[in-house]
């Protein structure tokens, strides 16, 4: 087996295993007491902040790399645009709105996915490396949605402890 496909076979692995609480606890969060279920979408939001914060250090890694330094202004831009919607939406969850929280996140996960990479860097990754990260975030898009939505429901009304 080549090393290609190694590194391609355990960076998908990663990534999905990444996933799998992911979608556990935007699950859960619709089959537990209200109580449980809160302190479950909090934990889900600092488990996507986390990730936010991995993808910054990858970022941040990258850039020492030779082939990539011309690339440096943008992927720093990337890492640090990460970085801040992490916190920025951490602080609003915990802070003034949960909802508010979510809503940063997804805006932000969405902005930064639509931001125009040059075709240069894109090539300096493998083909597979792109579909990747398009379904990662689709799937991440996609929780944060459902767990928006269990934020903002009017039937359990989790927002009613923040005293809005």
């Known amino acids: 087996m080549s090393s290609e496909h190694q590194l391609k076979n355990s960076t998908q ?9 992911v979608v556990s606890f935007t699950t859960a969060v619709w089959f537990t007491k209200n109580s449980h279920a809160i302190f479950i979408a909090h934990s889900f939001q600092l488990l996507c902040c986390l990730f936010l914060f991995f ?15 011309s690339f440096k202004p943008l992927m720093l831009f990337f890492a640090l645009s990460s970085t801040l919607i992490a916190l920025i939406s951490i602080f609003m969850s915990f802070f003034i709105n949960p909802a508010w929280g979510m809503g940063i996140m997804l805006f932000g996960i969405l902005i930064l996915n639509k931001y125009p990479i040059p075709i240069k860097l894109n090539h300096k990754f493998p083909a597979w490396y792109s579909g990747l990260i398009n379904r990662i975030i689709v799937m991440l898009c996609i929780c944060i949605m459902v767990m928006l939505a269990y934020w903002l429901n009017p039937y359990s009304e989790p927002l009613k402890i923040y005293k809005l």
């Open 55 to 69: 993808v910054s250090g990858y970022i941040f890694s990258l850039m020492k790399r030779t082939s990539l330094v």
């Open 13 to 21: 692995t990663i990534a999905y295993l990444w996933l799998l609480p």
